[in-house]
Nanobody, 119 residues
Framework: DVKLVESGGGLVQPGGSVRLSCAASGFALSSYYMSWVRQAPGKGLEWVSGIYDDGTAIYADSMRGRLTISRDNAKNMVYLQLNSLKSEDSAMYYC?????????????RGQGTQVTVSS
């Protein structure tokens, strides 16, 4: 079975950084495009970033320049580095193996990791 487990979230001060991790199992990670989406309290899902099987990274315009997505296929891991965090970045962040377009919300998703940006 496909399993995605996120970790690395927590309480971060404004301007700080956090590295989120996604441990993938049950499928050949190297063959798949993977993405990160987030959901802030009271809001819908928002696509954040994605990385293709060849390592090509894409980012949401609203967060471009503050994110770095990466993958380590040998370790079955996907990462998301968030920098210069703002209060509006507070959200549950999910790792996703989408079943549709690059910014799709459908597919296999983990349980999420909470990032809270607050002083």
């Amino acid at each position: 079975d496909v399993k995605l487990v996120e970790s690395g979230g927590g309480l971060v001060q404004p301007g700080g950084s956090v590295r989120l991790s996604c441990a993938a199992s049950g499928f050949a990670l190297s063959s798949y495009y993977m993405s990160w989406v987030r959901q802030a309290p009271g809001k819908g899902l928002e696509w954040v970033s994605g990385i293709y099987d060849d390592g090509t990274a894409i980012y949401a315009d609203s967060m471009r320049g503050r994110l770095t997505i990466s993958r380590d296929n040998a370790k079955n891991m996907v990462y998301l580095q968030l920098n210069s965090l703002k209060s509006e970045d507070s959200a549950m962040y999910y790792c996703l193996r989408p079943s549709g377009a690059h910014n799709s919300f459908s597919g296999d998703r983990g349980q999420g990791t909470q990032v809270t940006v607050s002083s």
